[in-house]
């Protein structure tokens, strides 16, 4: 838990330093007396670094021997797995549409929920992404991606 | 009686209005009744199906999500001892007993009862403060409005209640992704590096979806995992509505959740759990069989259950009249009438009253529909306990794309939602609260846009800030919110250290 929080307080207050300098970019005020654009996200760089330097110099004090929420290594891998997915989903999805990769990307997130019955995978996969597809096609009037390759 | 009133009640009574409200009941039945779904998932989820709608039944259906997922959180918690929501963590203290004993169908009478009870009472509040807050809150100027704005976001101090140093990092982080866009005042755009996507700045309920559903599905996975994917719940659990005798003694723990739970309601940041919790407590030390509490009463039941239902009128009171959330689920329902065009805020009662009456009434028949729901199709909905999470699951996922996709058919916005599933799994990761940065994508605009109103108006004099007696009067309640969590650790470690 000590690492962790040292490491993430760390790359917050470099995120604070470059949030800074992306501000500096920011086109000052034009009218006087007036706070500019830059205004609020200097308040927010400041305020950011300070908390982010209070967690760093309070995580230096935390016992090393302390051990924060963590899971099994084993009960890690289906939201990894179920994190692929979605992330190989959402790449092909401009290509393949809502259809075509949601009924593989359903038949993927039912395996790694430990389905196991293909009939059921199978049917559900494909009728569950069918009925959502009508529904906002018919029902709410919200064309969903066809995907460039099959248009 | 005043036009306003008149018209909101007839547009809430309409047969879309009422079938959106009963379907939103049932819906808020099913989803806060399934361990691991949130509320605030559930609305997040059926959100956008609600685009599309009128604003009307769009909110009617939302906040029967709110209703009925609030009192379906106490089934799960009274059979199976896992509550569905946090807010029915007091309830499964007594109501699991019950159902161990075989008085499952007592219990859940009792619980239905209850919320019912709470719900209809912060109803009556709802309506008779809520208007003349709003007028009260008409006076307000700029400084006022960032007091009001500011003390809102104070509240991420309870929020944060393991610790305030995270508590604020996250609702920094908020406040730093609202700067992304135009210049609330001089339209200039920052922080877009040239992207046209990022011109309109993140819209909060991409942002909303990615942070609350990912995390949520990962949990699941998780707990699939450890123990496997589905409950079993006993539907046999005989009558459900109350005896005369029963009625007798809920009255007064009834009484204390409806009283508790509309106030802590109104308090924003303090939400459900608390209130059912510190009902649960009262209703011991003054109720006859005190002393049995958590063997299985049913005093023990009924006050948790009446407050964390009159939480929620409660926490619409702040919201319609202020733009303050009361809790996260406000948050988003505040996200949804902003969809459609309505700003909640005094204003709201102002320019389009009779939507304000509307949404009022909705909640009164959010209630009605609620309690219908739960007593007839109790049996069918304990069924629900058992659909296996590998459907439910996926779908909840392919929702999560498409909700995200048709906000502005963007896939853009896809990809936002993904990466504030990210965000948000790593502030899980390493426990940094998710809500204060909620709440810092609500209000964080308004926060920017009153504070520098305010300072261009007095010509860059902060003083501004401490010559209003409201705006005086909110930074007060800041400096408080802000100091609270302190002042109680102080004190409990003052209590902890005496003999």
Not at chain 2, 150 to 168: E, H, R, Y
């Amino acid at each position: 838990m000590r690492a962790k929080n040292i490491g993430a307080s760390v790359f917050m207050m470099a995120f604070a330093v470059l949030y800074g300098y992306l501000t500096t970019g920011l086109p000052e005020r034009t009218l006087p007396n007036t706070p500019g654009p830059p205004f609020m996200p200097w308040i927010l760089t400041i305020c950011l670094f300070t908390v982010s330097a209070i967690w760093f110099f309070g995580s230096l004090k935390i016992s090393s021997g302390l051990k924060g929420i963590s899971e099994k290594k084993e009960y890690l891998l289906l939201p990894v797995a179920a994190l692929g997915l979605f992330l190989v989903f959402l790449v092909m999805l401009p290509y393949l549409g809502y259809l075509a990769g949601g009924i593989p990307f359903f038949a993927g997130l039912m395996l790694v929920s430990g389905e196991r019955r293909p009939p059921w995978i199978i049917f559900f996969s494909i009728a569950i992404p069918v009925v959502i597809f009508y529904l906002f096609r018919e029902g709410f009037q919200i064309l969903l991606p066809r995907g460039e390759w099959l248009d | 009686m005043n036009l306003d009133i008149y018209q909101g009640f007839l547009q809430a009574i309409q047969p879309t209005s009422l079938l959106g409200t009963a379907i939103g009941a049932f819906l808020g039945l099913t989803v806060g009744m399934i361990p691991g779904m949130t509320i605030s998932a559930g609305i997040i989820i059926v959100l956008p199906l609600t685009f599309v709608l009128p604003p009307a039944i769009s909110i009617s259906l939302l906040l029967g999500l709110y209703s009925g997922g609030m009192m379906g959180g106490s089934f799960s918690a009274i059979l199976l001892n896992i509550p569905g929501t946090p807010s029915s963590s007091a309830t499964a203290m007594d109501g699991h007993p019950m159902a161990q004993r075989g008085e499952a169908g007592r219990a859940l009478g009792a619980a239905i009862l209850a919320s019912f009870a709470g719900g209809l009472f912060s109803f009556i509040c709802l309506y008779f403060i809520a208007p003349s807050l709003a007028e009260l809150a008409l006076q307000f100027r700029a400084a006022d409005l960032f007091g009001v704005v500011f003390f809102g976001l104070t509240v991420i101090c309870s929020f944060a209640a393991k610790s305030i140093v995270k508590g604020l990092l996250s609702g920094l982080i908020g406040l730093i992704l609202v700067t992304i866009g135009l210049d609330p005042i001089m339209g200039n755009p920052r922080f877009t590096f040239g992207d046209p996507n990022l011109l309109s700045g993140i819209h909060f309920l991409t942002a909303m979806i990615g942070l609350f559903a990912i995390p949520q599905l990962m949990e699941n996975l998780i707990d699939i995992a450890k123990m496997g994917g589905s409950f079993h719940a006993e539907s046999s659990f005989g009558r459900v509505f109350p005896s005369l005798a029963d009625l007798k003694l809920m009255r007064l723990p009834i009484a204390i959740g409806a009283f508790i739970g509309t106030f802590i309601g109104i308090l924003p940041g303090a939400g459900g759990p608390i209130a059912a919790f510190i009902s649960y407590d009262y209703a011991k030390k003054t109720c006859v069989n005190g002393g049995d509490f958590g063997k299985g009463t049913i005093e023990g039941v009924a006050a948790p259950e009446a407050a964390n239902n009159a939480v929620t009128g409660g926490a619409l009171i702040p919201m319609m009249t202020l733009g303050i959330p009361g809790d996260p689920v406000t948050a988003i329902l505040i996200g949804a009438l902003l969809v459609h065009g309505l700003a909640p805020g005094p204003l709201l009662f102002m320019e389009q009253a009779d939507f304000a009456y509307t949404i009022i009434f909705s909640f009164f028949w959010a209630n009605i529909f609620t309690f219908i729901i739960a007593l007839s199709s109790l049996r069918l909905l304990v069924k629900v306990l058992e659909t296996p999470k590998s459907i439910l699951l996926p779908t909840i996922a392919l929702l999560c794309v498409i909700g995200s996709y048709a906000l502005r058919n963007s896939f853009f916005d896809v990809y936002v939602m993904f990466f504030f599933g990210l965000l948000g799994l790593s502030m899980k990761w390493l426990s940094i609260p998710v809500v204060p940065l909620l709440l810092a994508l609500v209000l964080g605009k308004q926060l920017e846009e009153h504070l520098r109103v305010s300072l261009t108006s007095s010509k860059g004099d902060v003083t501004v800030f401490f010559t209003s007696p409201f705006s005086v009067f909110f930074l007060c309640l800041s400096l408080l919110s802000i100091a609270w969590p302190f002042i109680s650790e102080w004190r409990k470690r003052k209590a902890a250290a005496a003999p």
